[in-house]
């Protein structure tokens, strides 16, 4: 079982920068990826960005150049830096763990970012 707690939202005018936190508990040395997916009013979920145990980052086209997806081992946190917001960025932001053996997925209970001046 993987427990996952974000933090962070809030509300932001355009052109400014908030830092998403994903807290995990658990048993976070299954973890093989962790994801920050959003979810506007009145449209689907969107994956914004994937962190592999590699390192390895990906990112949506909407986001590529803005945000930027980061861990602390330490910690156990996944992090999600955003900068330059716009609009279209207002959502709920969820974090997703990924673990393997077995496979099964986890979500956070979800962060609201408003970016509105």
């Known amino acids: 079982q993987v427990q996952l707690v974000e933090s962070g939202g809030g509300l932001v005018q355009p052109g400014g920068s908030l830092r998403l936190s994903c807290a995990a508990s658990g048993s976070v040395f299954r973890i093989r990826t962790t994801d920050w997916y959003r979810q506007a009013p009145g449209k689907e979920h969107e994956l914004v960005a994937d962190?592999?145990?590699?390192?390895?980052?990906v990112y949506s086209e909407s986001v590529k150049g803005r945000f930027t997806i980061s861990r602390d081992n330490v910690k156990n946190t996944v992090y999600l830096q955003m900068n330059s917001l716009k609009a279209e960025d207002t959502a709920v932001y969820y974090c997703?763990?990924?673990?393997?053996?077995?496979?099964?997925?986890?979500w956070g209970q979800g962060t609201q970012v408003t970016v509105s001046s």
């Open positions: 962190l592999t145990r590699e390192g390895i980052a």
């Open positions: 997703k763990a990924t673990t393997s053996l077995p496979s099964r997925s986890y």
